[in-house]
């Protein structure tokens, strides 16, 4: 929601499952759309309703049905904005995303559309999201074919992070070292395929590239092991600075007592004072108090070292 006010829009769907095949009918929007089992569906356009009089906003989405029986299970992607009638601008001109759309078909629009939280929450497994991802890549592939060949000058940039996240999520398989690696797993190779995937589109764009084009292959950042962690807030915790109203499991800051606690961690290693004034429940007094603090963590910190 953008606003605490803001209605919350849904849409129901039926699914009809045959009684003696691996198959299901769904119906959503008006639509019918009948998958087998293990297999994932097109892109599906559906509308909701945010508020009377104004047009229905329109997204896309996919199925992927991962069981009939004994327990019924079916995998609904994200919803995407839908790129050929976007509710709000995601390309420059305004009309760009309706064009890559009508060459090359629907495609993910998300920030990152390779569905990590599906494959970490076991909702895909490794097999799965493999086929998740490949649908992202090949639609980037397309994108980066249609776009070279209309090229004439200027700047061509198109980021693919396929190698990104399959690094992340398959290094485990990938490094023999690693506490979660399992021996003759059949996915040691994923992120070396996912290099050779890459090498092969910079083949393909090198084939079009003349004299006059500089080309310019750059990564983000590399790869690396990933054994250990420091968790700050439970060292917050362990020091008195961090307060729980009870030692129970929950999501992140659920159960801290903020009227004993004067620093909390979020984010990747983002410190933060329990200011008075900004926080809802801040407890440090901005001024001396505040610099006391913040020269107390900074030296402690500084002082830690892996035993």
Same mark, same amino acid.
């Given at each position: 929601d953008f606003k605490k006010d803001t209605p919350s829009s849904t849409l129901d769907f039926s699914v009809f499952v045959d009684a003696s095949h691996p198959v299901i009918r769904i119906e959503v929007d008006g639509q019918r759309v009948q998958i087998a089992e293990k297999q994932w569906s097109d892109w599906v356009r559906v509308g909701f309703e945010l508020a009377p009089? !104004?047009? +229905? !906003? +329109?997204g896309i989405c996919r199925f992927y049905l991962k069981e009939v029986r004994p327990h019924f299970k079916l995998y609904v992607s994200p919803i995407n904005i839908d790129p050929s009638s976007p509710a709000l601008p995601i390309s420059t001109p305004d009309s760009y995303s309706a064009e890559l759309q009508d060459h090359l078909g629907m495609f993910y629009?998300?920030?990152?559309?390779?569905?990590?939280?599906?494959?970490?929450?076991? !909702?895909l497994d490794d097999g799965e999201f493999l086929q998740q991802a490949r649908f992202v890549l090949e639609e980037e592939l397309k994108m980066l074919q249609y776009q070279s060949e209309r090229l004439q000058e200027g700047l061509l940039f198109l980021y693919f992070g396929t190698v990104d996240q399959l690094s992340h999520t398959f290094w485990r398989n990938f490094d023999p070292q690693h506490p979660a690696h399992e021996l003759g797993n059949p996915y040691a190779s994923v992120i070396e395929d996912a290099y050779r995937e890459m090498d092969g589109a910079l083949a393909k764009l090198l084939e079009k590239v003349d004299a006059q084009t500089t080309l310019m292959v750059l990564s983000d950042h590399g790869f690396a092991p990933f054994y250990r962690a420091f968790h700050l807030n439970s060292w917050l915790r362990s020091q008195g600075y961090v307060s729980l109203l009870d030692f129970s499991q929950g999501e992140m800051l659920q159960n801290v007592d903020w009227k004993n606690t004067r620093a909390y961690a979020t984010g990747f290693n983002l410190l933060y004072l329990n200011l008075q004034g900004r926080e809802k429940e801040g407890i440090v007094a901005p001024g001396a108090e505040q610099q006391r603090l913040l020269d107390e963590l900074t030296n402690t910190l500084l002082a830690l070292r892996d035993p």
């Open positions: 009089f !104004v047009p +229905r !906003v +329109r629009t998300q920030g990152i559309p390779q569905d990590t939280k599906a494959l970490a929450s076991a !909702v």
